[in-house]
C-alpha cells in the first residue's frame, strides 16, 4: 500500500499526516522539532512512503537534511504555488499537512529544488558576505550624509573608505556620532574581506566559476553567486525557465494584446536578480556590442527597461554556458 506523508512545519513544532491511496489518516500527529520524534512516528511506514513533503519554510535545513539523511524520499514544498480548495472556510495545521500529502497523491503537489547540504554552506556564506555588504554601505552612507548636513561639504565615498580619514564634525556628540558609524563600517568591511578571501579558495578552482567570468563584467563575487546560486543547471527544463529563475522575465497576464494584470515579480531568486543587474550595467561600460543592444533598446523604451533587456540576454548566456560548457560569446549574442 503506497503511503504519502505531509508535514506543516513551524518554529517550534511541525504537525506529521500520513494518508493512503484513499486520503484516509494514517497517523496525524504534532511532535516538537527535534528530528528522533519525527524518525520514530515515521519508522512504522518507512517501506511504503512514497515521498515526505516538508514546507520551505525558513528553517527546512534540519527537518529535510534529516530524513533525507535517514533515506525518506523527500519533497520541498513550493509554498507560495500551492492552491488550497477554494470552498473551505476553516483550515488548520493538520489539515495544511494533510492537503500536502493529498496534493502529492494527486502528483500536483509544486516542489522546489533542495540544494545539496555540502555545498549549501558556502552559499549561504556568499549570502552572508552580502548582507554583510549591505549593513556596511548603510553606515558609510549615514556618515557621508551626516557630514553633509552638518558642515554642507561632500565626501566622496572612495575617501571615506581610506583608512587615515578622521570624521571632523563640531560638537561632541555629532563627533561620535559619526566617528561610531565609520567604526562600525570598519569592523564590517574587515569581515566581508576575510569571507570573500575564504569563498575564493574554495569556489576558484570550480570550472562554472572560471567559465562565468568569462562574462565582461562578471568578476569574482558576481561569478561565484551566479555559479552558487544556480546550482546544478540540469535542474532547470529551458533557458525561459531559468531566465524567470533569475526575475529577468517580465511578470505580466496579457490577452487580447491588453495587459489584465500582474503574477507574483518576486517570484525566483534575488540575489541571482541582483548579479545579474550588476553584471548588464558593467556589460554596458566594457563590451561594446551590449552597448549598441543597450542603446537601441533606451531609443525605443527607457534605461530601466533597457539595462534589464541585458540582464536578461546575460541570463540565457550563463545558461547556455553553464549547459554546455562554452564560454561567454558576445557575437552569438548581441548580433
Known amino acids: 500500500m503506497a503511503l504519502y506523508c505531509g508535514i506543516d512545519l513551524h518554529s517550534n513544532n511541525h504537525v506529521v499526516v500520513v494518508i493512503d491511496d484513499e486520503d484516509r489518516r494514517i497517523l496525524e500527529r ?16 518507512r517501506s511504503e512512503l512514497v515521498g515526505v513533503a516538508v514546507e520551505s519554510t525558513f528553517n527546512w535545513y534540519w527537518l529535510v537534511d534529516g530524513l533525507q539523511a535517514a533515506g525518506y524520499p523527500m519533497r520541498l514544498v513550493n509554498t507560495t504555488a500551492v492552491q ?6 476553516y483550515t488548520d495545521d493538520r489539515y495544511d499537512a494533510y492537503w500536502l500529502a493529498h496534493l502529492m497523491r494527486l502528483g500536483i503537489l509544486p516542489t522546489g529544488y533542495i540544494y545539496p547540504k555540502e555545498q549549501r554552506g558556502i552559499r549561504d556564506l556568499l549570502r552572508r558576505r552580502m548582507q554583510l555588504m549591505q549593513a556596511a554601505s548603510t553606515q558609510l552612507i549615514s556618515v557621508q550624509s551626516q557630514i553633509w ?14 583608512a587615515d580619514f578622521v570624521v571632523d564634525l563640531p560638537g561632541a556628540a555629532q563627533q561620535l556620532s559619526a566617528q561610531s558609524a565609520l567604526l562600525v563600517y570598519r569592523a564590517i568591511h574587515a569581515q566581508q574581506t576575510v569571507l570573500e578571501q575564504v569563498l575564493l579558495q574554495v569556489v576558484g578552482p570550480q570550472p562554472n566559476y572560471q567559465l562565468l567570468t568569462t562574462i565582461p563584467g562578471v568578476g569574482a563575487i558576481l561569478g561565484m553567486t551566479i555559479a552558487l546560486e544556480t546550482g546544478d543547471i540540469r535542474r532547470f527544463p529551458g533557458v525561459g525557465h531559468y531566465a524567470s529563475y533569475c526575475r529577468c ?23 541571482l536578480s541582483w548579479a545579474f543587474a550588476e553584471a548588464a550595467h558593467f556589460a554596458v561600460r566594457y563590451q561594446p556590442l551590449a552597448k549598441r543592444f543597450f542603446d537601441r533598446k533606451q531609443r525605443k523604451t527607457n534605461g530601466i527597461v533597457a539595462i534589464r533587456s541585458v540582464a536578461h540576454k546575460l541570463a540565457r548566456a550563463a545558461y547556455y554556458m553553464l549547459r554546455d560548457q562554452v564560454p561567454f560569446d558576445a557575437h552569438q549574442l548581441f548580433a
Do not use: D
Open 30 to 45: 504534532r511532535l516538537g522539532n527535534e528530528l528522533t520524534l519525527t524518525l520514530q512516528a515515521l519508522e512504522p511506514f
Open 84 to 89: 488550497q480548495y477554494a470552498g473551505l472556510k
Open 149 to 162: 548636513r552638518e558642515t554642507g561639504e561632500r565626501i566622496a565615498t572612495r575617501r571615506l573608505k581610506q
Open 249 to 271: 522575465v517580465r511578470s505580466e497576464k496579457v490577452s487580447n494584446g491588453k495587459k489584465k494584470g500582474e503574477g507574483n515579480a518576486k517570484s525566483g531568486n534575488k540575489y
